[in-house]
T-cell receptor, first 110, second 115 residues
Framework: QKEVEQNSGPLSVPEGAIASLNCTYS??????FFWYRQYSGKSPELIMS????GDKEDGRFTAQLNKASQYVSLLIRDSQPSDSATYLC??????????FGSGTKLNVKP | DVKVTQSSRYLVKRTGEKVFLECVQD?????MFWYRQDPGLGLRLIYF???????EKGDIPEGYSVSREKKERFSLILESASTNQTSMYLC??????????????FGPGTRLTVT
């Protein structure tokens, strides 16, 4: 079993601040990385994917990947109350194996 | 937008019943997946299919089977439901990996309770 570790939180940030969510994975063979947002009672929604080292930006979201240190992070700038949700990190290992972390709960306080 | 639909949002079944969960996607995706999600355990892959009539076991296939007779439809079958199969079941679809992308798009989920 490949492990994907996330701090369960909750992570509380004030509105307008930067939220930083982190994820570590156990296998150096991991090849693709994903962040999903999941509102309570809803299904996961894809936010970003990242495949190579470095940063990838999409609007207020930035994904950061460091394969040498085996971590991937998600930064949310100008956090809004509507960003309050659980954020799932997912890792693709080998051809067809996908592993998800248990998620970090984010609370953005108005 | 990708649309993945699941046949039921909530389902209650009795121990020993045969249960069918249906999933349909409208994006002509080659890949389809079934996961279950349990508190503290995250999402765990049960089965996935990369083409019609093709399937591969995920991490927890025991007690489950799948069927994919048409590209857009992927069914999960609980052969004889047990209480430890009470869970949220999530279907996902994604494009062919030949394009070098591996995103998955989830349906709304089916919360199954086995009594």
């Amino acid at each position: 079993q490949k492990e994907v570790e996330q701090n369960s939180g909750p992570l509380s940030v004030p509105e307008g601040a930067i939220a930083s969510l982190n994820c570590t994975y156990s296998d150096r063979g991991s090849q693709s990385f994903f962040w999903y947002r999941q509102y309570s009672g809803k299904s996961p929604e894809l936010i970003m994917s990242i495949y190579s080292n470095g940063d990838k930006e999409d609007g207020r979201f930035t994904a950061q990947l460091n394969k040498a240190s085996q971590y991937v992070s998600l930064l949310i700038r100008d956090s809004q109350p509507s960003d309050s949700a659980t954020y799932l990190c997912a890792v693709r290992y080998n051809f067809n194996k996908f592993y998800f972390g248990s998620g970090t709960k984010l609370n953005v306080k108005p | 937008d990708v649309k993945v639909t699941q046949s039921s949002r909530y389902l209650v079944k009795r121990t020993g019943e045969k249960v069918f969960l249906e999933c349909v996607q409208d994006m002509d995706h080659e890949n389809m997946f079934w996961y279950r999600q349990d508190p503290g355990l995250g999402l765990r892959l049960i089965y996935f299919s990369y083409d019609v009539k093709m399937k591969e076991k995920g991490d927890i296939p025991e007690g489950y089977s799948v069927s994919r007779e048409k590209k857009e439809r992927f069914s999960l079958i609980l052969e004889s439901a047990s209480t430890n199969q009470t869970s949220m079941y999530l279907c996902a679809s994604g494009p062919s990996w030949e394009a070098g992308t591996y995103e998955q798009y989830f349906g709304p989920g089916t919360r199954l309770t086995v009594t």
